[in-house]
């Protein structure tokens, strides 16, 4: 939606909402049918509820509900502030996603210090995203996702990935 930046009908609905129908996420399989070939291209249609790509133009200094492609759902980003940015003003968001299971996996025994030789275990993410926008245009100028995820079987507890991803200087300079 052109006023809010939040997810929207394509096809022009009375109220138009972000549902399973106007929302998708397209997956690459693994492979190629053939050598030099793009892998072909399947659309998982899910809800997306949220800012998505960009906050709104006006970027007010409030919170605002944005979409995190891990857990699937709109978290909470809180305006914290104004910072610079390479010399201009941007308003900082903090969105904080809580310890949120994501799915069951089969997995060696052995990567949980398990045993057996297979075991179930959970996946779980929680992470912190930092978001410098400007404000008359919605868009980030800066980002950064503090990401820890982990698999859990019983009391056993393997990290998986824990660490900061986050927009370079170069990108940086290019979104100001």
Not at 74 to 100: C, H, L, M, W
Not at 122 to 133: K, Q, S
Not at 144 to 152: D, G, M, P, V, W
Request: charged residues 25%.
């Amino acid at each position: 939606d052109r006023r809010t930046a939040e997810g929207y009908e394509p096809h022009g609905a009375t109220d138009p909402k972000c549902d399973a129908a106007s929302s998708y996420v397209t997956e690459l399989k693994d492979k190629a049918d053939k050598d030099g070939e793009k892998p072909p291209e399947k659309n998982d249609y899910k809800p997306q509820p949220g800012l998505n790509f960009k906050f709104p133009f006006g970027t007010e200094q409030k919170d605002y509900q944005v979409y995190d492609d891990n857990t699937g759902k709109a978290v909470t980003a809180r305006f914290t502030g104004t910072e610079e940015v390479n010399g201009i003003e941007t308003y900082k968001f903090v969105q904080s996603i809580p310890d949120t299971k994501l799915e069951t996996r089969s997995v060696p025994g052995s990567l949980v210090g398990a045993t057996e030789s297979s075991v179930d275990a959970d996946l779980y993410y929680r992470g912190v995203n930092t978001m410098w926008v400007e404000p008359v245009t919605g868009v980030q100028v800066k980002q950064q996702q503090q990401q820890h995820q982990e698999l859990r079987a019983g009391t056993n507890t393997t990290v998986v990935f824990d660490g900061t991803l986050a927009f370079n200087g170069k990108t940086i300079a290019q979104m100001v």
